[in-house]
T-cell receptor, first 113, second 109 residues
Framework: DTEVTQTPKHLVMGMTNKKSLKCEQHMGHRAMYWYKQKAKKPPELMFVYSYEKLSINESVPSRFSPECPNSSLLNLHLHALQPEDSALYLC????????????FGSGTRLTVV | KNEVEQSPQNLTAQEGEFITINCSYSVGISALHWLQQHPGGGIVSLFMLSSGKKKHGRLIATINIQEKHSSLHITASHPRDSAVYICAFSPNTGNQFYFGTGTSLTVIP
């Protein structure tokens, strides 16, 4: 298995909803990442987990809450989002903190209404 | 200062043309990646390079570490190659991943 799997592929949520995005990999990668991508822009790093510990939080608002239950899973919990949070959310993983074997998921297209 | 610069930003080609996209970077890297993203889609990794040249089908990627420059070539381009191509790299230190702004390629039948 050489994939990063993200679910759901599409999500529409209201500003008062609570939802979660999921990311899974079974390549034995020990670093996992969340990115946010707006249209026609490169991805922006949100969070990095290295060996299941949060190592980078790029000043992301607290309405986004990451969780890494184990080395294969990465969640992003969403609460009280704003319409401007609508974007493609990409998960990625790599073998280690140096970025070897960087692999992207196909993303979750999030719309906040 | 941008750590990675890509050119051109936009490119339109006729089907069958040979295409080159360039990437220059300013720091030491552990690996450089070429990524492809179709409109509305996720990112697919095409190549990961730390030296030399790699070929996959009609795609060729080269890197010159001394000059801090990489190129992605597409031979016999096809409309299905229309996508955004992104150069990205992980530096020697840290686990940040730097992205270029992408090259939007349109191949016309």
């Amino acid at each position: 298995d050489t994939e990063v799997t993200q679910t759901p592929k599409h999500l529409v949520m209201g500003m008062t909803n609570k939802k979660s995005l999921k990311c899974e990999q079974h390549m034995g990668h020990r670093a996992m990442y969340w990115y946010k991508q707006k249209a026609k822009k490169p991805p922006e790093l949100m969070f990095v987990y290295s060996y299941e510990k949060l190592s980078i939080n790029e000043s992301v608002p607290s309405r986004f809450s990451p969780e890494c239950p184990n080395s294969s899973l990465l969640n992003l919990h969403l609460h009280a989002l704003q319409p401007e949070d609508s974007a493609l959310y990409l998960c990625a993983s790599s073998q280690d903190h140096r970025g070897n074997g960087y692999t992207f998921g196909s993303g979750t297209r999030l719309t906040v209404v | 200062k941008n750590e990675v610069e890509q050119s051109p930003q936009n490119l339109t080609a006729q089907e069958g043309e040979f295409i080159t996209i360039n990437c220059s970077y300013s720091v030491g890297i552990s690996a450089l990646h070429w990524l492809q993203q179709h409109p509305g889609g996720g990112i697919v990794s095409l190549f990961m390079l730390s030296s030399g040249k790699k070929k996959h089908g009609r795609l060729i990627a080269t890197i010159n570490i001394q000059e801090k420059h990489s190129s992605l070539h597409i031979t016999a381009s096809h409309p299905r190659d229309s996508a955004v191509y992104i150069c990205a790299f992980s530096p020697n230190t840290g686990n940040q991943f730097y992205f270029g702004t992408g090259t939007s390629l349109t191949v016309i039948p």
